[in-house]
């Protein structure tokens, strides 16, 4: 079955550091993938997505690349900062006939002043 | 802006209480879920629902009924809730459209059961 697998956290950074979340999957077929960030006390938010091999998904400074060939999904950003403090999801969604979504376990950013 | 709605942030009820959790989007989705999410466990999936008064259930579903009368309304039930029912409650929805879509999140409610 689908599965996904990230670095365990709590990661924790300082203001302007360089960011990585590491994020593996196992699917059938091709499958779209997904970061959702959590805030505290809040839901989930999509954060960026890649629906095809070699996508590079985008947003708020956050960057994720789709590679088939490592079957990997891992974010990054340049320079964190205290406001990017939050649980992040991985996510898969291979397909079928009803679109159900496979979360990682998630991994909690702190960033510090 | 698109929302999903969910009735109550905190809830706490008694055991043996039977437990109604509402969920409402107004984005004209197929798709509906419910999760729970636990510490060190992530996300687990109770139900979904594709259509109005379908359902299936999800890895968990024990303990736990839905209803979709509705095309925007989702409704967890906890026919009787125990103690190892206390968690955050995430609704979701979702385009039904192809592998591309991204689920909306509701902002969760989180149930005590005492």
């Known amino acids: 079955g689908d599965s996904v697998t990230q670095m365990e956290g709590p990661v924790t950074l300082s203001e302007e550091a360089f960011l990585t979340i590491n994020c593996t999957y196992t699917?059938?077929?091709?499958?779209?993938l997904f970061w959702y960030v959590q805030y505290p006390g809040e839901g989930l938010q999509l954060l960026l997505k890649?629906?095809?091999?070699?996508d590079k998904g985008s947003n708020k400074g956050f960057e994720a690349t789709y590679r088939k060939e490592t079957t990997s999904f891992h974010l990054e950003k340049g320079s964190v900062q205290v406001s990017d403090s939050a649980v992040y999801f991985c996510?898969?969604?291979?397909?079928?006939?009803?679109?159900?979504?496979?979360f990682g376990k998630g991994t909690l950013l702190t960033v510090n002043p | 802006d698109v929302k999903v709605t969910q009735s109550s942030r905190y809830l706490v009820k008694r055991t043996g209480e039977k437990v109604f959790l509402e969920c409402v989007q107004d984005?004209?989705?197929?798709?509906m879920f419910w999760y729970r999410q636990d510490p060190g466990l992530g996300l687990r999936l109770i139900y979904f629902?594709?259509?109005?008064?379908?359902?299936e259930k999800g890895d968990i579903p024990e303990g736990y009924s839905v209803s979709r009368e509705k095309k925007e309304r989702f409704s967890l039930i906890l026919e009787s809730a125990s103690t190892n029912q206390t968690s955050m409650y995430l609704c979701?929805?979702?385009?039904?459209?192809?592998?591309?879509?991204?689920?909306?999140f509701g902002s969760g409610t989180r149930l005590t059961v005492v």
């Open positions: 979701a929805s979702s385009l039904f459209v192809g592998t591309g879509t991204g689920y909306t």
């Open positions: 699917a059938t077929g091709y499958p779209s």
């Open positions: 890649a629906t095809k091999a070699d």
């Open positions: 996510a898969l969604n291979s397909g079928g006939s009803n679109y159900k979504l496979t």
């Open positions: 984005m004209d989705h197929e798709n």
């Open positions: 629902s594709y259509d109005v008064k379908m359902k």
